[in-house]
């Protein structure tokens, strides 16, 4: 059974980084795609970014794109999400979830009911 564990949440002010992990046990990454989503009160989960544990192949929800980089180190079987020139309306629980076992490519960014395992969340508040 796939379990998956995020960290690196945070306050942080307008225009400053963060990096977000997702550290998986139970199976390795090389048969999963894993997403990262986000939800702010009030609001529906939204897709920010995946990637192939097969390929590499990612992806990005427009409001993101050029901001965070979504990356994978399989031999870690973490993956993680590096948020720069972050602002109020990223604030949110982040989680990770992870789709499969399978060969998955990437070619589009999965609604989060395509999802079979979620984490816990971390919060990201940005503020100043």
């Known amino acids: 059974q796939l379990q998956l564990v995020e960290s690196g949440g945070g306050l942080v002010q307008p225009g400053g980084s963060l990096r977000l992990s997702c550290a998986a046990s139970?199976?390795?990454?090389?048969?999963?795609?894993i997403g990262w989503f986000r939800q702010a009160p009030g609001k529906e989960r939204e897709g920010v970014s995946c990637i192939s544990g097969a390929d590499g192949s990612t992806k990005y929800a427009d409001s993101v794109k050029g901001r965070f980089t979504i990356s994978a180190d399989i031999a870690k079987n973490t993956v993680y999400l590096q948020m720069n020139s972050l602002k109020p309306e990223d604030t949110a629980v982040y989680y990770c979830a992870a789709q499969g076992p399978g060969y998955i490519v990437v070619v589009s960014l999965p609604g989060p009911d395509e999802y079979d395992y979620w984490g816990q969340g971390t919060q990201v508040t940005v503020s100043s």
């Open positions: 139970g199976s390795t990454l090389d048969y999963y795609a």
